[in-house]
């Protein structure tokens, strides 16, 4: 019986001028037949920034110049984070062959490294990811859920009576405070920790970037924490999301209840917006942080998972 991949051609290495708008273009025709997003922000960025001095690792699979799917590697904080791209109808699983083409064909990358961690992260609408990781040697590492809270009026009014007085971000003044803070409070985090100014400048550049949608603590002298916010436009499936994207407490100010004031600062600058849902990401094991979110109403609405590669 011939192979389902025996007419597939496989071409792997890290992103090119001449690869890369090829690639992105291929993962937005997915996005726009899905109707949502289906990159994470590192690996959108990564792939399209044409200055970083480490490129990710990307395999293609495709039959003559037709894209079939793709598996893209980032780098991030001394690990590696890999996301899969294919077209398949929501009724039915993409080809469990092509898929276990491109991720071996990063993992081939890898094989001869030493101490190499990969990260392979799944969407909650890929059910499919768990019995192909399975059989090319990932075990789940991590769960990340997604929690939701109703910005109504008494939700407002309760989070505005909590909140901690903030300002916003100041480009070219606060960066490197920014990263003291955040690199401090996620050092071993697997995405968040390790940031450098190039990482920072590519979320900054980005086009849903806002430098107010950053809040900052105290409002004067040295800042101890920060609530980076995010405003998500509506797709196919959701109306406007607002998230909390990124929030820190400096280790030496923790324990003193700012983290649940820099929530509640946060939340009270998208209701401002006008945004009426609100939402943010929180690890499955980080209780304390659970037991915070649910306190103030709110809830999970689905979650991802990650696998972590056990080597050959």
Same mark, same amino acid.
């Given at each position: 019986m011939t192979s389902p991949t025996a007419n597939v051609d496989l071409d792997v290495g890290h992103v090119t001028p001449d690869n890369r708008t090829i690639v992105y273009e291929f993962c937005?025709?997915?996005?726009?037949?899905?109707?949502?997003?289906?990159?994470?922000?590192?690996?959108?960025?990564?792939?399209?920034?044409?200055?970083?001095?480490? /490129? /990710?690792?990307?395999?293609?699979?495709?039959?003559?110049?037709?894209?079939?799917?793709?598996?893209?590697?980032?780098?991030?904080?001394?690990?590696?984070?890999?996301?899969?791209?294919?077209?398949?109808?929501h009724s039915l699983s993409p080809s469990r062959e092509v898929i276990t083409l491109v991720v071996n064909g990063l993992l081939n990358e890898f094989r001869n490294r030493s101490n190499t961690r990969l990260t392979w992260w799944a969407r909650s609408h890929d059910p499919w990811v768990e019995h192909i990781a399975t059989s090319l040697n990932f075990v789940e590492h991590r769960k990340l859920h997604q929690m939701r809270i109703r910005l109504t009026p008494d939700t407002r009014?309760?989070?505005?009576?909590?909140?901690?007085?903030?300002? /916003?971000?100041?480009?070219?003044?606060?960066?490197?405070?920014?990263?003291?803070?955040?690199?401090?409070?996620?050092?071993?985090h697997e995405e968040q920790g390790g940031w450098t100014r190039e990482q920072l400048a590519r979320r900054v550049e980005a086009p849903w970037f806002r430098a107010d949608d950053i809040r900052l603590y105290p409002t004067s002298g040295a800042i101890s924490a920060f609530c980076w916010t995010k405003r998500h436009e509506a797709d196919l499936h959701e109306q406007e999301l607002g998230e909390i994207y990124a929030i820190a407490v400096d280790p030496s100010a923790s324990g003193k209840g700012l983290g649940r004031q820099m929530v509640m600062a946060g939340f009270s600058h998208l209701a401002d917006a006008g945004i009426d849902l609100g939402m943010l990401y929180v690890d499955a094991e980080n209780t304390a942080a659970m037991k915070l979110y649910e306190s103030i109403g709110m809830e999970v609405h689905h979650t991802d998972r990650a696998y972590r590669w056990l080597g050959r």
């Open positions: 937005q025709s997915v996005e726009n037949a899905h109707g949502h997003r289906i990159l994470s922000d590192q690996l959108r960025l990564d792939l399209l920034d044409k200055r970083s001095s480490q /490129p /990710p690792l990307v395999a293609v699979a495709s039959i003559n110049t037709s894209i079939l799917a793709v598996a893209i590697a980032s780098h991030a904080n001394e690990g590696w984070i890999i996301e899969v791209v294919s077209h398949h109808d009014d309760q989070i505005r009576r909590g909140s901690a007085l903030t300002r /916003p971000f100041v480009l070219n003044q606060d960066e490197d405070d920014w990263l003291a803070i955040n690199n401090s409070a996620f050092a071993s």
